[in-house]
């Protein structure tokens, strides 16, 4: 049996803004999926556990889109994840990289980059309607980017950055909040183009900051953006809460990461987030730590 890793990701700014034409800022985490290839008579996907029927439907069907483009290898394959499911996370996007590579080598196809991100690519389309790529790009390259719609820069940071993600729940998925947004969009959309030019703006800003290692200025850009995430009616009382609650434990700053809604994950970004994971396990939330790009990043 062979192995295929591909990470998951989370979006320090410019989430939704990304998926008509703007920059938005991410960084692959340690989480990830791995996806398994034994030899077989045909293209197999073993279906994982806890899925529900649409989201097993989906991956049946992004599976077969993606056997279609590799020529159909004799392979089967089955996956394995630490990332939570719908959470903002890049679950489907790190799904489709693994698969991709896994189908890529049974089909003795060479898994460079552009054909891995272009299989994963129509992979997501079937998990999300119209994705902008931001999430299985940033997987497949395993670092930090500044992702724009044809155009992809690889960031390292002067300093680390470390965030804290703590899931405050279950939310809707990233296909029904993109679609809910784009009809009020569709409805309004000069006013609501000027947001999300701002929020590529912030995105474009915290580049720089990550580059100079200006963790502050990097903290500022995700509390603004988090306040125009609001504005577009993304957040919830417990996204607001848990950015509240990390900003008054020292977070230099705190949002919402991926599509959001009522729940999925919210970043806070700390120097050192270590103490903070651990007293907020002890009050019963879920939670963990990465650090996203730096001298001794992923
Ligand atoms: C999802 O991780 C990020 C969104 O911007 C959707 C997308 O970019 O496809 C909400």
Sequence with gaps: MTSFFAPGKLILLGEHGVVYGHPALAAAISRGVHAYAEPSASSQLELPEGLN????????????????????????????????????????????????????????????????????????????????????????????????????????????????????GERASTKSTVAALRERQAKWPRRYARIFEEIGRLAKEGATAVKQGDLDALGDLMNLNQGLLSALQLSSDRIDAMTRRLRAHGALGAKLTGAGGDGGAVIGLFREPEHMVKKLQEEGIDCFSSQLAGPIAL
Excluded at 54 to 67: I, K, N, P, T
Excluded at 85 to 113: E, W
Excluded at 145 to 152: A, F, H, P, S, T
Aim: no cysteine.
């Design 53 to 168: 029927e649409a989201q097993q439907a989906a991956l049946e069907r992004a599976f077969a889109v993606a056997a279609k483009l590799t020529k159909h290898p004799k392979v089967s394959v089955s996956v394995s994840s630490d990332l939570p499911v719908s959470m903002g996370l890049g679950s489907s996007g790190a799904l489709a990289v693994a698969v991709t590579r896994a189908l890529l080598d049974a089909a003795k196809q060479k898994p460079d980059l552009a054909r891995i991100e272009k299989i994963a690519m129509a992979m997501e389309k079937e998990f999300h309607g119209t994705p902008s790529g931001v999430d299985h790009t940033t997987s497949a390259r395993g670092s930090m980017v500044l992702y724009q719609k044809g155009k992809v820069t690889t960031l390292k940071g002067r300093r680390p950055v470390k965030v804290l993600v703590a899931l405050v």
